[in-house]
């Protein structure tokens, strides 16, 4: 039995981040690593088969970190599945995503300052996700921060293309380095992002701006996935310690 053993379980949309794994194994080295999918695909363990083998291996404490951008629709279908076997464990939490409030926005917009040249005069960013409270909370922090030349934009609903380009040429822009807000630079980074039109940079060229794609995900950034093991550090400290 491992009554006082813990298991840190990774839980992300499709296939799991490998690097962040080997990253948490040296992190959390009294812990066992773990990874599950939402939607898993041949090969890989959804979060019910991987939480129903942690029980049966005996582990006392868990914690389903979910490898996420904010708290939508597959946030809440994370804790559907996950909940529901906080009772077979005799501590258990369920985390937060890489962006859930204000500070979360904040320390993005500083990786992604670090991770990126910032804008010079007549340049921009723009960062592209699914929209929702992602985009919100990251819009804030470039504005916390001061990082004026930094902007955000949705595949889905507001800010659109038409909205940005005209942020942009009112401030004077005439190029911008275009970058998905997501985790994965997969099939949405490819079709709504780049690529031809309707695009976000056949949009934004469509305006008459220089865009530079950006090709790569979130998670691809060391400085990203460190907030993922900072998120992992704070939902271990909330495990029930009774």
Known sequence: ?????????FVSFGRPFGELQREARARFPGASIRCACL??????????????RLA????????????????????????RRVLPFSGRFARFAAGVPLL???AHGRDLAAVLH?????????????????GGEPVS???????????????????????????????????GA???????LLLRDGLHASRDVFGLPPSWQSSLEAAGLAVSPH???????????????????????????G
Not at 56 to 74: H, I, K, T
Not at 215 to 241: I, K, N, Q, S
Request: aromatic share 6%; proline share 5%.
């Open 215 to 241: 090709r790569g995900g979130l998670a691809d950034l060391a400085g990203v996935r460190a907030l993922f093991l900072r998120r992992a550090e704070e939902g271990f400290a909330a495990l029930p310690t």
């Open 174 to 180: 005439a190029r911008a380095v275009l970058a998905p």
């Open 1 to 9: 039995m491992r009554a006082g053993e813990a298991a840190l379980l």
């Open 114 to 130: 670090r991770s990126f040249s910032a804008p010079d005069e007549g340049g921009a960013a723009v960062f592209v996700g699914h």
């Open 39 to 52: 939607h898993a695909p041949a090969g890989e363990e959804n979060a019910e088969e991987a939480l129903s």
């Open 100 to 102: 859930a409030c204000d």
């Open 137 to 171: 909370l990251l819009a804030r922090g470039f504005a916390a921060l001061g990082m004026d030349r930094w902007h955000v934009g949705a595949i889905a609903g507001d800010p659109a293309p038409k909205e940005i380009a005209a942020r942009l040429r009112g401030a």
């Open 56 to 79: 049966a291996e005996g582990f006392g404490a868990v914690l389903c970190q979910p490898v996420l951008l904010g708290r939508g629709r597959e946030y809440e279908s994370f804790l």
